[in-house]
Protein backbone atom coordinates (compact mmCIF):
# COMPACT_ATOMS: atom_id res chain seq x y z
CA UNK A 1 0.00 0.00 0.00
CA UNK A 2 1.48 3.23 -1.00
CA UNK A 3 0.37 6.59 -0.31
CA UNK A 4 0.96 9.89 -1.63
CA UNK A 5 0.22 13.19 -0.01
CA UNK A 6 0.21 16.67 -1.83
CA UNK A 7 -1.03 19.91 -1.66
CA UNK A 8 0.73 22.01 0.98
CA UNK A 9 3.12 25.07 0.55
CA UNK A 10 3.44 28.75 1.83
CA UNK A 11 0.58 30.74 2.60
CA UNK A 12 -0.44 33.80 4.51
CA UNK A 13 -1.53 33.39 8.16
CA UNK A 14 -5.64 33.31 7.58
CA UNK A 15 -5.28 31.26 5.02
CA UNK A 16 -6.59 28.48 3.29
CA UNK A 17 -4.61 25.29 2.01
CA UNK A 18 -6.20 21.43 0.92
CA UNK A 19 -4.13 19.01 1.44
CA UNK A 20 -4.92 15.53 -0.33
CA UNK A 21 -3.69 11.82 -0.01
CA UNK A 22 -4.17 8.84 -2.28
CA UNK A 23 -3.93 5.24 -1.01
CA UNK A 24 -3.21 2.65 -3.93
CA UNK A 25 -1.99 -0.83 -4.31
CA UNK A 26 -3.05 -4.19 -2.93
CA UNK A 27 -5.93 -2.43 -0.71
CA UNK A 28 -9.12 -5.23 0.59
CA UNK A 29 -10.28 -2.28 3.07
CA UNK A 30 -9.62 0.78 4.59
CA UNK A 31 -10.95 1.97 8.42
CA UNK A 32 -9.33 5.32 9.82
CA UNK A 33 -7.83 7.60 7.65
CA UNK A 34 -6.09 10.27 9.53
CA UNK A 35 -3.27 13.22 9.44
CA UNK A 36 -0.88 13.62 11.93
CA UNK A 37 1.90 16.77 12.05
CA UNK A 38 5.75 17.13 12.86
CA UNK A 39 6.45 20.80 13.66
CA UNK A 40 10.18 21.68 14.37
CA UNK A 41 11.30 20.67 17.85
CA UNK A 42 8.44 18.34 18.32
CA UNK A 43 6.96 14.88 18.29
CA UNK A 44 4.05 13.74 15.69
CA UNK A 45 0.98 14.55 17.26
CA UNK A 46 -2.53 13.97 15.37
CA UNK A 47 -4.03 16.39 13.90
CA UNK A 48 -7.79 14.68 12.19
CA UNK A 49 -8.64 11.42 11.96
CA UNK A 50 -11.98 9.83 10.26
CA UNK A 51 -13.16 6.07 10.82
CA UNK A 52 -15.45 3.82 9.03
CA UNK A 53 -18.59 5.54 10.31
CA UNK A 54 -18.39 8.39 9.69
CA UNK A 55 -16.79 9.25 13.48
CA UNK A 56 -14.31 12.23 13.47
CA UNK A 57 -11.91 13.39 16.34
CA UNK A 58 -9.77 16.53 16.24
CA UNK A 59 -6.75 18.01 17.95
CA UNK A 60 -8.34 20.69 19.88
CA UNK A 61 -6.17 23.14 17.95
CA UNK A 62 -7.22 22.20 14.85
CA UNK A 63 -11.54 22.30 15.69
CA UNK A 64 -13.74 24.52 13.80
CA UNK A 65 -10.68 25.68 11.30
CA UNK A 66 -9.55 22.46 9.77
CA UNK A 67 -12.00 19.60 8.01
CA UNK A 68 -10.88 16.08 7.67
CA UNK A 69 -12.86 14.25 4.58
CA UNK A 70 -12.84 10.74 2.63
CA UNK A 71 -13.92 9.71 -0.48
CA UNK A 72 -14.42 5.96 -0.01
CA UNK A 73 -14.44 5.58 -4.27
CA UNK A 74 -11.00 6.87 -4.44
CA UNK A 75 -9.07 5.67 -1.31
CA UNK A 76 -8.03 9.51 -0.56
CA UNK A 77 -8.68 11.29 2.38
CA UNK A 78 -8.41 15.42 2.33
CA UNK A 79 -7.92 17.89 4.90
CA UNK A 80 -9.32 21.59 4.41
CA UNK A 81 -7.13 23.90 6.33
CA UNK A 82 -9.00 26.98 7.30
CA UNK A 83 -8.08 30.39 9.33
CA UNK A 84 -4.42 28.98 9.66
CA UNK A 85 -2.23 30.38 11.95
CA UNK A 86 1.78 29.75 12.17
CA UNK A 87 1.74 27.78 14.37
CA UNK A 88 0.04 25.19 11.98
CA UNK A 89 3.70 24.78 10.18
CA UNK A 90 4.41 21.49 9.96
CA UNK A 91 5.28 18.53 7.89
CA UNK A 92 1.67 16.66 7.60
CA UNK A 93 2.00 13.11 7.03
CA UNK A 94 -1.01 11.07 6.36
CA UNK A 95 -2.03 7.69 7.97
CA UNK A 96 -4.24 4.89 6.60
CA UNK A 97 -5.25 1.92 8.67
CA UNK A 98 -5.99 -0.90 5.77
CA UNK A 99 -5.50 -4.66 5.19
CA UNK A 100 -4.58 -6.56 2.37
CA UNK A 101 -6.79 -9.28 2.00
CA UNK A 102 -10.21 -10.65 4.17
CA UNK A 103 -7.49 -12.83 6.22
CA UNK A 104 -4.76 -10.11 6.47
CA UNK A 105 -4.04 -8.01 9.64
CA UNK A 106 -4.90 -4.21 9.63
CA UNK A 107 -1.68 -2.43 9.85
CA UNK A 108 -0.93 1.51 9.62
CA UNK A 109 0.65 3.18 6.30
CA UNK A 110 2.18 6.38 6.33
CA UNK A 111 2.90 9.04 3.45
CA UNK A 112 5.93 10.35 2.97
CA UNK A 113 4.35 13.96 4.32
CA UNK A 114 4.05 17.65 2.65
CA UNK A 115 5.12 20.67 4.17
CA UNK A 116 2.59 23.47 5.55
CA UNK A 117 4.45 26.66 6.03
CA UNK A 118 2.11 29.56 7.46
CA UNK A 119 4.06 33.27 7.34
CA UNK A 120 2.83 35.82 9.95
Known amino acids: VQLQASGGGLVETGGSLRLSCAASGSIYAISAMAWYCRAPGKQRELVAR???????DYAMSVRGRFTIARDNAKNTVYLQMDTLKPEDTAVYLC???????????????WGQGTLVTVSS
Open 50 to 56: TVSGGRE
Open 95 to 109: NVQARTSPTSIWRDY
